[in-house]
């Protein structure tokens, strides 16, 4: 099961803080995976926000990459310091 | 040692007990960030981190803080969660043989906490709510230390 974390404003606009799922069908890369979710949660392309960066397994990713289906991804937009 | 907690904290506590487990260091340092009310338009400040993310972050700043300067010992305290004006939000504290390096590395660690620290922060106030992020200044001072 992959397990999806929303940080910050992205939270509030996907409307949950975190879900579990399983691969949906097709979706093999953490690209495909950000367009489902954007359609999905209907959240008008913020996944793909430049300033948006992701973490799979809690390591920054800046290139697309398979899934296995097992993965941590956490969707974090610019932090706001401390 | 570093502490994320969503329990408010007491930094004079933490400090004295800081100072008595370094006796040794001829220099502390300290500071303390906490919320303001922006002339009573800000009621409360939240924050969010993400867990082992935010930890690791900081113990590596605090690591990059250790292998610039002769350091006896650092400690930082982050809240998250949901705090009211005048709530300590963040406390740094850099023990030292001399205080040069204690107050250099205590700046230090504070601009990557304003600045790269893995936190998301929300304000409420009579304006509404809004995500705040680091402000120009922020990232200014924080470049003064990649030379």
């Given at each position: 099961m992959i397990k999806i974390l929303y940080f910050g404003r992205l939270r509030e606009n996907a409307g949950r803080r975190e879900e579990t799922l399983a691969l949906?069908?097709?979706?093999?890369t953490i690209s495909s995976l950000k367009q489902w979710l954007n359609t999905e949660h209907e959240l008008d392309g913020a996944l793909d926000d430049p300033s948006v960066k992701t973490m799979v397994n809690q390591m920054l990713i800046h290139d697309d990459i398979d899934l296995s289906g097992n993965e941590e991804i956490g969707f974090l937009p610019p932090v706001g310091g401390g | 040692m570093i502490k994320i907690t969503d329990i408010s904290f007491n930094p004079t506590a933490e400090l004295e007990a800081f100072t008595n487990a370094n006796r040794d260091a001829g220099a502390i340092t300290s500071f303390l960030g906490q919320v303001r009310d922006e002339d009573g338009c800000v009621n409360e400040l939240y924050l969010e981190q993400y867990p082992g993310v935010t930890e690791a972050g900081i113990a590596d700043a605090v690591s990059k803080a250790k292998a610039r300067w002769s350091l006896t010992s650092v400690m930082v305290i982050h809240r998250t969660g949901a705090m009211g004006v005048g709530e300590a939000i963040v406390f740094v504290v850099t023990a030292a043989k001399h205080r040069r390096a204690a107050f250099l590395a205590c700046d230090y660690l504070m601009d990557y906490l304003k600045t790269e620290a893995v936190f998301w922060k929300r304000q409420k106030g009579t304006n509404g709510t809004e995500w705040i992020e680091p402000r120009s200044e922020d990232y200014k001072d924080n470049k003064r230390w990649s030379t």
């Amino acid at each position: 099961m992959i397990k999806i974390l929303y940080f910050g404003r992205l939270r509030e606009n996907a409307g949950r803080r975190e879900e579990t799922l399983a691969l949906p069908d097709g979706i093999v890369t953490i690209s495909s995976l950000k367009q489902w979710l954007n359609t999905e949660h209907e959240l008008d392309g913020a996944l793909d926000d430049p300033s948006v960066k992701t973490m799979v397994n809690q390591m920054l990713i800046h290139d697309d990459i398979d899934l296995s289906g097992n993965e941590e991804i956490g969707f974090l937009p610019p932090v706001g310091g401390g | 040692m570093i502490k994320i907690t969503d329990i408010s904290f007491n930094p004079t506590a933490e400090l004295e007990a800081f100072t008595n487990a370094n006796r040794d260091a001829g220099a502390i340092t300290s500071f303390l960030g906490q919320v303001r009310d922006e002339d009573g338009c800000v009621n409360e400040l939240y924050l969010e981190q993400y867990p082992g993310v935010t930890e690791a972050g900081i113990a590596d700043a605090v690591s990059k803080a250790k292998a610039r300067w002769s350091l006896t010992s650092v400690m930082v305290i982050h809240r998250t969660g949901a705090m009211g004006v005048g709530e300590a939000i963040v406390f740094v504290v850099t023990a030292a043989k001399h205080r040069r390096a204690a107050f250099l590395a205590c700046d230090y660690l504070m601009d990557y906490l304003k600045t790269e620290a893995v936190f998301w922060k929300r304000q409420k106030g009579t304006n509404g709510t809004e995500w705040i992020e680091p402000r120009s200044e922020d990232y200014k001072d924080n470049k003064r230390w990649s030379t």
